[in-house]
């Protein structure tokens, strides 16, 4: 490909992966992925920002070599792959560690957690998780240690994850914690597996826009742009100077976006980049 004349290079790409760079699958096509390495090869800045755990990102990344500094679980963590560390990290408040344990005991389920530990993550499940949370832990390669959430971690938890196979449990916890405005409850259905329910807990303090904001003194970018498809977008959108949500986004993201491009499973993210630098 050739450098087009709008390239710039203090310019940084910033992609959700979920419903915008992934396909219905959860996976990069062959042509977003040639189209990628293609475009970081000519210099290109081109990272994510994603509610994706690092585990599970990592893994579906791993054949992208992103160049800038990756978010994680929706803002709650800044980790430098080059130098293989943790830049900047916003953990859940102690307050709202505690109310998390509590919920756990009432709705009797226990979840997977990443905790900052030394610039990096460490991560770890109970020692009864349910099935369907062996069932996702099988499709990714984590450095799980078999353990529970403990008072030890109370300033150090980033991100809990719940998965089961009914919603019941989940919703009692979700309802328990709803009203805590020092967390963000994600509490919905899995697209990409059946009968799978699924409960995220992040501070509120962690956000793509602050996110954005580090991320742009860190690398002294000029301009920012973002590609995102739903909620957890809006931050990314206001933190970009321009933004671009695919075509299957929800109607509240395309409202303050830039303009709309094809869809996720039409590589709507590849296909922009490479006409911007024909």
């Not at 929706?74 to 293989?84: E, M, R, S, T």
């Not at 069932?135 to 353990?147: K, M, R």
């Not at 405005?181 to 919905?188: A, G, L, P």
Request: proline share 3%.
């Amino acid at each position: 490909m050739k450098k087009g004349k709008d390239f710039i290079y203090e310019k940084l790409y910033v992609t959700d992966l979920d419903g915008t760079l992934l396909n219905q699958s959860a996976c990069i096509s062959p042509y977003s992925e040639q189209v990628l390495k293609d475009l970081i090869e000519q210099g290109i800045h081109f990272t994510i920002a994603t509610g994706r755990s690092p585990f599970s990102a990592f893994s579906i990344m791993q054949n992208i070599p992103l160049n800038a500094p990756v978010i994680l679980m929706n803002g709650a963590a800044i980790y430098d792959l080059k130098c293989q560390k943790c830049l900047f990290s916003v953990p859940v408040c102690t307050s709202s560690f505690h109310n998390i344990l509590a919920a756990e005991n009432k709705a009797d389920i226990k979840g997977g957690y990443i905790l900052s530990a030394n610039d990096t993550f460490k991560g770890f499940i109970c020692t009864t998780p349910t099935q369907k949370f062996y069932t996702y832990l099988n499709s990714y390669d984590f450095p799980l240690i078999s353990s529970t959430l403990s008072c030890q971690e109370e300033n150090s938890l980033l991100y809990a994850l719940y998965i089961d196979s009914a919603n019941t449990r989940l919703e009692l916890m979700y309802n328990l914690l709803k009203h805590d405005s020092n967390i963000i409850c994600d509490f919905y259905k899995d697209v990409y597996r059946q009968n799978c329910w699924c409960l995220e807990i992040t501070s509120s303090q962690a956000t793509k826009y602050s996110a954005i904001q580090f991320l742009r003194t860190y690398g002294s970018y000029d301009c920012v742009t973002g590609f995102g498809d739903s909620w957890n977008d809006i931050s990314l959108f206001q933190a970009c100077d321009e933004s671009y949500a695919v075509a299957n986004a929800s109607s509240k993201l395309k409202a303050i976006a830039t303009a709309t491009i094809k869809s996720n499973i039409e590589d709507g993210v590849a296909d922009f980049l490479s006409k911007l630098l024909k």
